[in-house]
């Protein structure tokens, strides 16, 4: 990917991330995943007082593409931080990882942890969730 489409998309995310709903954890994350007809699907983490139902924002973003209809996925960037804290480094969660391998190819799909435009990490699902169950093994 280029620089640009990576930074245009941390852009995305860092939006999303203004409507986290996180009372919570005081945790806020967004997500801006792009299909691969280029368009970009934002999501935010949504907790609950129940604290079971939260859902991370890059499972709301891959859900509501989902929901629409649209299956197949570029990349996603990620940005996290305390509400008033300084932005970390917000590696995707196990649950969330084995919800891309639903959907993504493992070593075309590119997931970008931004702490913000310059400072981010590239990887590929395939580094970050290596030997996957997946379909493959139910059919
Ligand atoms: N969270 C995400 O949305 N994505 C991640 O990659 C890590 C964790 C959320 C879940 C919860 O609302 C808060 O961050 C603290 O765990």
């Known amino acids: 990917m280029e620089t640009l489409e990576i930074q245009n998309l941390i852009q995305h995310a860092e939006t999303a991330r203004e409507h ?3 009372p919570y954890s005081g945790y806020m994350v967004g997500a801006a995943l ?8 934002t999501g935010c983490n ?4 129940a604290y079971g139902p939260s859902n991370c924002a890059e499972r709301t973003a891959f859900f509501k593409a989902v929901s629409d209809g649209v299956l197949h996925f570029r990349a ?12 970390d480094y917000a590696h995707p969660c196990g649950v969330c990882r084995q919800v891309m391998a639903e959907f993504c190819n493992p070593e075309t ?31």
Do not use: C, H, M
Not at 34 to 39: I, R, S
């Open 109 to 139: 799909f590119w997931i970008i942890v931004a702490k913000n435009q310059e400072e981010y990490k590239v990887y590929t699902l395939k580094e970050l969730l290596p030997e996957s169950f997946g379909s493959d093994n139910l059919s």
């Open 76 to 87: 996603i960037a990620i940005v996290g931080g305390k509400r008033n804290g300084k932005r």
């Open 20 to 22: 986290s709903y996180s």
């Open 34 to 41: 792009l299909t691969d007809t280029g368009q970009i699907v």
């Open 46 to 49: 949504i907790e609950n007082a």
